[in-house]
């Protein structure tokens, strides 16, 4: 059974420029959902995508954007970024059904280093 | 705004110690709770969800319980292997998303 898959592993990048990470859900899941981890934070939502919508958005700026795919992955891109965005980027896929709550499971995750 | 704080930050325990770590929670309108085990520079692996007060649910040497306002993980004899950082998150009833605690880092030394 396949479980999250995110590329890439570690990225850096330099102050402005733009990365896109990417991500597979789990067989079966339908609904990818994004998070930030600082070190030593816990996960920060930063946004859903089901159905191909974004359908709730934590509290980031509109340089974080997303896109979910007809097979259900996802990528998520960073514009103009900053030395806070230094950060491990986390996936999770769920089942969407509204109004039931599913467990989350998490990839691996994409280490990005801001310099 | 929903609020998950867990303690204590840092547990240091012998193999076979037990122990117990909260998660202290305000939220509106809870729909689950979440226990994750997370190893370092890895993604958080799925524990538990509880539902409502009273609920317990166990796996290996671990049991999480629920109350309208805090969840215990409780780790019974600990072995080396059982040392990870646990988070905790919260789901609202009208939410999507999961509101994570600080984590508590875990070591068992042999």
């Known amino acids: 059974d396949a479980g999250v898959t995110q590329s890439p592993t570690h990225l850096i990048k330099t102050r402005g420029q733009q990365v896109t990470l990417r991500c597979s859900p789990k067989?079966?899941?339908?609904?990818v959902s994004w998070y930030q981890q600082a070190l030593g934070q816990g996960p920060q939502f930063i946004f859903q995508?089901?159905?191909?919508?974004?359908?709730q958005r934590g509290n980031f700026p509109d340089r974080f954007s997303g896109h979910q795919f007809p097979n259900y992955s996802s990528e998520l891109n960073v514009n103009a970024l900053l030395l806070g965005d230094s950060a491990l980027y986390l996936c999770?896929?769920?089942?969407?059904?509204?109004?039931?709550?599913?467990?989350?499971?998490f990839g691996p995750g994409t280490r990005l280093t801001v310099t | 705004e929903d609020q998950v704080t867990q303690s204590p930050e840092a547990l240091r325990l012998q193999e076979g110690e037990s122990s117990s770590l909260n998660c202290s929670y305000t939220?509106?309108?809870?729909?689950?709770l979440f226990w994750y085990r997370q190893d370092p520079g890895k993604g958080p692996e799925f524990l538990f969800t509880?539902?409502?007060a009273g609920e317990e649910k166990e796996k290996e040497r671990l049991k999480a319980t629920l109350t309208k306002k805090e969840s215990f993980l409780h780790i019974t004899a600990p072995k080396p292997e059982d040392s990870a950082t646990y988070l905790c998150?919260?789901?609202?009833?009208?939410?999507?998303?999961?509101?994570f605690g600080a984590g508590t880092t875990v070591t068992v030394r042999a």
């Open positions: 999770a896929s769920s089942l969407g059904l509204a109004g039931v709550s599913y467990e989350q499971y």
């Open positions: 067989s079966g899941h339908d609904t």
């Open positions: 995508y089901y159905e191909e919508e974004e359908r």
């Open positions: 939220v509106s309108g809870l729909r689950g």
């Open positions: 509880l539902y409502s």
């Open positions: 998150a919260v789901q609202r009833g009208s939410d999507y998303k999961l509101s």
